[in-house]
T-cell receptor, first 113, second 110 residues
Framework: DAGVTQSPTHLIKTRGQQVTLRCSPK?????VSWYQQALGQGPQFIFQ???????QRGNFPDRFSGHQFPNYSSELNVNALLLGDSALYLC???FGPGSSPLHFGNGTRLTVT | RKEVEQDPGPFNVPEGATVAFNCTYS??????FFWYRQDCRKEPKLLMS???SGNEDGRFTAQLNRASQYISLLIRDSKLSDSATYLC???????????FGAGTRLTVKP
């Protein structure tokens, strides 16, 4: 039973570039949530996708966007990267948008130089 | 005030010690509560849910005080493998996102 998988595991980008991170939910899950975790902080909610729509959004600028595909996998896109976007990006899945707890993937560590 | 606040830590304890972590939350309408464990450079993993009646899982005991908006985690007979960061997590009522505290780092030493 595959858990939540994310790719890539590490990524280095320069300021102003764009990045796309990918996530496949745990088998049987249909909802994907994205979190950003800066060093020494807890994960911060970016947004959640269910039925291919953004259902809820945290306090992140429009540079952060996403998509969910019919197979429930999801992408997180960040445009015009800033140094402050360097963080661990975590994808979590669940069955249904209101269910908890969440199951996390291993994360993508993004470094912006 | 942060939505979820935890003991700043770090906690450094010897093997076999009992250690307690505290967490407070600001949204009185919060409905679900959890403790997650996060090892260095790894993803958070669910340790246990927290119920109003309190609950225990082996050496771990979690308690919730809704009136005081306070959650606790007690670890008895600490093991070296308990060394990790412990994240307090709250889900607001009628909301789909989980709110994390900044975490408390625990190091158990031989």
């Amino acid at each position: 039973d595959a858990g939540v998988t994310q790719s890539p595991t590490h990524l280095i980008k320069t300021r102003g570039q764009q990045v796309t991170l990918r996530c496949s939910p745990k088998s049987g899950h249909d909802t994907v949530s994205w979190y950003q975790q800066a060093l020494g902080q807890g994960p911060q909610f970016i947004f959640q996708y269910y039925e291919e729509e953004e259902r809820q959004r945290g306090n992140f600028p429009d540079r952060f966007s996403g998509h969910q595909f019919p197979n429930y996998s999801s992408e997180l896109n960040v445009n015009a990267l800033l140094l402050g976007d360097s963080a661990l990006y975590l994808c979590a899945s669940s069955f249904g948008p209101g269910s908890s707890p969440l199951h996390f993937g291993n994360g993508t560590r993004l470094t912006v130089t | 005030r942060k939505e979820v606040e935890q003991d700043p830590g770090p906690f450094n304890v010897p093997e076999g010690a009992t250690v307690a972590f505290n967490c407070t939350y600001s949204n009185s309408a919060s409905q679900s509560f959890f403790w997650y464990r996060q090892d260095c450079r790894k993803e958070p993993k669910l340790l246990m849910s927290v119920y109003s009646s309190g609950n225990e899982d082996g050496r771990f005991t979690a308690q919730l005080n809704r009136a005081s908006q306070y959650i606790s985690l007690l670890i008895r007979d600490s093991k070296l493998s308990d060394s990790a960061t412990y994240l307090c997590v709250v889900t607001p009522y009628n909301n789909n996102d989980m709110r994390f505290g900044a975490g408390t780092r625990l190091t158990v030493k031989p």
